[in-house]
């Protein structure tokens, strides 16, 4: 199932409400969740719900194993070794083995039947939430969790489970027992979910349609560079959506989970990117990929390279993706080395430049899966294929407005707005709250017409 | 606050709770007639089914495909993309993934449509090609002074004077042809473009015959005319120019497409091949076309002549698209010439297939109302002209459009909008759909299904009601086998084998055959040629538009050999 699916907002979502308010008893609001995070994951996934279930069972009794008292220190770190290894195992055959085995058959002499194991959905987001939670428990981080049942709900949540965002066990461990979502935090859930869903349905779809008529046929400058600024707009918007979709329905629910997306587009440094694009993911690889003993501090490029080629790869079983992640690497890796000092006086306007240009070509990457498409793309920026020509100019025109506003609404300005007036005005809530209404009709409209709606990094 | 915050919190909650009740109790349609084609049902459940997760999403396929009013929402959607941006020049460009839809029932050929590959039955007839030598004699040209000459006494070629031969000469008979001397041993040719040789003969005294001739081996990768040679085909070949008494000499063709036909540029064939084109109010496909494809076809349709054992007369009637006399100027580059193709192939259609000539009469009324501008098809108007073309080379009787009733439909949103592209200025700007009943003939019209089966009695023209119906008023629709009985007496019977296009044509035509038989290329599921042959037909015409007879589909191979 997915969120932005009518049958989704209109029948699921509101009996799961009304079933989680009808009492205010914590543990009747667990079952609740429970039970329609399982419907909602075996929905689209009627078999790996077992896969799921299992991961859950093998990382909890691993997790009591790690976490508890009376185990010996060679014990516990056997079973963290043994629960990241079963997790990482878990993802690399079903994400990684076909992919694995054709660049084996292209590098030694063999020619191994490629297998074609279907990914399950999410995956990638709860096996490394599986992974936080038994190495935090070994590192006393968080106490374990006793509770099978209790383990499922942080796991299976379904407003992170399928696409994020990580969430940490340590974030939402007291919330599991102890919680109660205010008056406030539902209104603020739901004013964040209709966002969400606006900016996913509203602008990312469509954008996906200029995207694709842009990298249609002759592939000039203006078409490839406009096309990769546009998809990487298309991308943010589609993240970001379902993110602020995750983040509300946990809100309302009374979960409250940590920021993903912070305005990325306003960086001047890569680095600084990082940090605001994908939080969840960037702050995973840096608590938990570095620390770990083999990767010492001493080994800081190899280290740096690691986190990046891991970071292309957990988008995808594909060399673009790698080299995606790489190639941010690589500037990340140019621009430590310039060091914060000299970066900051160098004037904003150009570092601004510099990052959309990087960002640009970067998404350019990000989206040609096919090593030709993705050569006649680069060759394209540089104008192998012409400067322009009419039907790149004639796209850009027919949605001019719409790319503007993305543009817009990528930058800070509502939030600029908002600090701006009194914090607790009557008139901006109901001024909101309109402005949701519509942005809802709005959604639902368009999902009428949509014949299918999956989430951008729904592969993972 | 915290009241203001709960009170809309409960009002959202009441919508989203209301719409959701609504949703599920309102009564769900079970056809769109904008779309033309059924809706999602709920699926059936099965073990099966559910694993394979197409239960669960066969159930979220319903519930977004019928929601009760989809039209309105479809719509809506369509007015708020107007909001997205400006339309320079009133044009607006859609690509629609997936193809235009024109071509239905085969995949796209993943091959260069222009790779050499000769149907094995085709003798493709080439202009001016000379059947044989003796013919090339006649047309030859080299009885005129310009470009055979001979300069009194002295060779026209590099020549040596070797003593030797200078004393052969003095033995030689009255005149001898000694060589045949062109100016190229390779010639580079693009397909169109044209070369004219300049042939000369190194002779002694005055030779009777200077006639030399022309010969390509293989024939079909250009035209001779003479001395001039035209690229048809890519592909090398060699040229023999031989002289009376046998002396020849040799000049290799290579023979590439023209990658700037003079047509403009079609510089995007993507774009060519799947682009739509709205300017000002009228949406039009944008169109591709590959001159092998066409070779294709004509081969098919000299096959289907021979099948019938020349007894048939075969007709082949291509019909040009809207946008070939729509399509603005600045946007030619997008979109092939089809008045080009369209005389390619009256050039080289086997003397056995006639040519339906409706290039000419479409374009001679194209300020007229000939196609329709929310939908892919031509107007019945259109269809008017080409019947009228097919009857003078049929050789019919054939009733003018004044001894027809006309007929109405208002509001027609036809496929441009509906299926390709939901623009919100077709909304706002529907047309008339305006169609021809005949008067002074009486039918009678009977339907089969594809397989043969199924026979009743219908009305040829059905009645359409729905925004996005009127174009299936002619028979309801392509999956049939019609016949129509008419009291003509003109003692002739046609068949007509046809796409969607066709099926605006056989109205026209009731006064001028007895029994016109209609069937699809992509529905016709029995023996074709047995078919064809127990109607007792005397025509047979093929009436497509240009897609269809230049696309990459093989249809009419595939229902030429198919067997029941």
């Not at chain 1, 004013?191 to 995207?211: D, Y």
């Not at chain 1, 690589?330 to 310039?338: G, K, M, Q, Y």
Request: overall charge negative.
């Amino acid at each position: 199932m997915l969120f932005a699916d009518l049958f989704f907002l209109f029948l699921f979502l509101p009996l799961c409400l009304t079933a989680y308010f009808s009492s205010k008893n914590v543990k009747w609001r667990n079952l609740v969740l429970i039970v329609f995070s399982l419907v909602f994951y075996a929905w689209g996934e009627p078999f790996y719900v077992l896969l799921l279930i299992l991961s859950v069972a093998i990382n909890y009794l691993l997790g009591r194993v790690i976490g508890s008292p009376s185990a010996s220190q060679t014990k516990k770190k056997a079973a963290v070794l043994g629960a990241v290894i079963t997790d990482l195992a878990l993802l690399g055959v079903f994400k990684y083995s076909g992919f694995l085995v054709e660049n084996l058959n292209l590098i030694l002499p063999v020619d191994l039947p490629v297998p074609a194991i279907r990914l399950p959905i999410g995956i990638s987001f709860y096996t490394f939430q599986a992974i936080s939670y038994v190495i935090d428990v070994y590192w006393e981080r968080t106490e374990m969790q006793k509770s099978f049942w209790k383990f499922l709900l942080y796991i299976s949540m379904f407003p992170q489970l399928i696409a994020g965002p990580i969430v940490r066990y340590t974030d939402i461990a007291a919330e599991i027992d102890d919680r109660n979502p205010t008056v406030d935090d539902i209104y603020a859930g739901m004013i964040r979910v209709i966002c969400g869903l606006a900016k996913k349905v509203i602008i990312a779809n469509s954008l996906s349609t200029v995207v694709e008529s842009l990298f249609a046929g002759q592939m000039t400058v203006l078409s490839a560079w406009t096309g990769a600024a546009v998809f990487a707009l298309q991308v943010y918007f589609d993240f970001s959506g379902y993110s602020d979709f995750a983040i509300g329905l946990g809100r309302i629910f009374g979960f409250h989970f940590n920021e993903n997306f912070n305005y990325p587009f306003v960086s001047t440094t890569i680095g600084e990117f990082w940090q605001r694009w994908h939080i969840s993911l960037g702050s995973f690889f840096r608590d938990y990929l570095l620390m770990i003993p083999i990767f010492g501090k001493r080994r800081g490029y190899l280290n740096l390279f690691i986190v990046w080629f891991c970071t292309g790869l957990w988008h995808g079983a594909s060399w673009n993706f790698i080299l995606w992640g790489v190639y941010f690497g690589l500037f990340i890796l140019a621009e430590s080395l310039i060091g914060k000092k000299k970066l900051k006086r160098v004037p904003r306007p150009l570092m601004h430049i510099y990052t959309k240009l990087v960002l640009i070509v970067g998404f350019g990457i990000f989206y040609f899966e096919d090593i030709g498409a993705l050569g006649t793309f680069f060759g394209g920026l540089v104008g192998v294929g012409g400067l322009y020509n009419k039907l790149t100019m004639n796209v850009i025109v027919n949605n001019c407005f719409l790319i503007a506003a993305a543009i817009l609404l990528s930058l800070p300005v509502l939030s600029y707005l908002r600090r701006k007036l009194p914090a607790e005005s009557r008139t901006l809530v109901i001024c909101e709250s309109v402005c949701c209404v519509v942005l809802l009709f709005l959604s639902a409209t368009m999902l009428v017409n949509a014949t299918n709606n999956p989430f951008l990094y729904f592969r993972w | 606050m915290k009241t203001l915050k709960t009170v809309i919190i409960a009002a959202v909650s009441c919508l989203v709770l209301a719409v959701g009740v609504l949703l599920c109790v309102l009564p769900r349609p079970t056809y769109s007639d904008t779309e033309k084609r059924p809706l999602a049902s709920f699926p059936t459940f099965s073990v099966e089914s559910y694993l394979s997760g197409d239960f669960t999403s066969g159930i979220n396929a319903y519930y977004n495909d019928t929601i009760p009013g989809r039209d309105f929402f479809k719509d809506l959607t369509g007015r708020i993309s107007k909001l997205f941006g400006l339309r320079p020049d009133d044009v607006k460009i859609y690509i629609p993934n997936g193809g235009n839809g024109l071509l239905e029932g085969d995949e796209e050929t993943t091959e260069d449509p222009y790779a050499v590959t000769m149907p094995e039955d085709a003798e493709p007839a080439l202009p001016n090609a000379p059947k044989d030598t003796e013919e090339a004699t006649d047309t030859e040209p080299v009885d005129t002074e310009a470009p055979v000459t001979e300069e009194p006494g002295t060779d026209t070629a590099p020549v040596t004077n070797d003593p030797a031969e200078t004393e052969d000469i003095e033995t030689e008979p009255v005149g001898t042809i000694l060589a045949v001397v062109i100016d190229k041993t390779h010639l580079d040719l693009y397909t169109d473009r044209e070369y004219t040789f300049d042939v000369r003969l190194r002779q002694q005294g005055t030779p009777e015959d200077r006639t030399v001739t022309i010969t390509a081996d293989p024939p079909y990768i250009v035209s001779i005319d003479g001395f001039t040679v035209r690229g048809i085909q890519q592909g090398e070949t060699t040229l023999t120019f031989s002289a009376a008494n046998g002396v020849t000499t040799t000049c290799t063709v290579s023979v590439t497409i023209d990658p700037n036909r003079d047509t403009g540029a079609v510089v995007d064939d993507y774009l060519a091949q799947y682009g739509v084109i709205i300017s000002g109010t009228r949406a039009m496909s944008l169109y591709g076309g590959s001159y092998n494809s066409a070779r294709t076809y004509m081969a098919s349709l000299e096959s289907y002549y021979q099948d019938l054992g020349g007894e048939v007369n075969v007709y082949s009637m291509v019909i040009p698209t809207a946008s070939e006399f729509y399509c603005p100027d600045s946007y030619a580059s997008y979109n092939a010439s089809q008045q080009k193709m369209c005389n390619y192939i009256r050039d080289n259609l086997s003397g056995n297939v006639r040519h339906v000539e409706v290039y000419t009469p479409l374009s001679e009324h194209c300020d007229e109302d000939i196609y329709l501008r929310t939908d892919h098809h031509w107007a019945p108007l259109g269809a008017y002209y080409a019947a009228k073309a097919f009857a003078e080379t049929a050789g019919v009787p054939f009733a003018d459009l004044s001894t027809f009733d006309a007929h109405v439909i208002e509001g027609f949103l036809g496929t441009m909008y509906s299926v390709y592209t939901q623009d919100p200025i077709l909304l706002e700007n529907p047309e008339d759909f305006v169609y021809y009943t005949p008067t002074n003939v009486s039918y009678t019209t009977t339907y089969q299904k594809p397989d043969g089966t199924g026979l009743y009695t219908s009305a040829f023209f059905i009645p359409m009601s729905s925004r996005g119906g009127a174009y299936c008023t002619f028979m309801g629709g392509d999956d049939k086998i019609t016949h129509v009985s008419t009291q003509a007496g003109t003692g002739r019977k046609l068949v007509i084998i046809k796409e969607s296009f066709g099926n605006a044509l056989p109205g026209y035509l009731f006064g001028s055959f007895d029994d016109i038989y209609i069937i699809d290329l992509r529905y016709f599921e029995l023996n074709t040629i047995e078919f064809i042959k127990e109607t007792g037909a005397t025509d047979l015409l093929f009436a497509t538009c240009t897609f269809t007879a230049t696309g990459p589909a093989s249809l009419f191979e595939r229902m030429r050999v198919q067997a029941p």
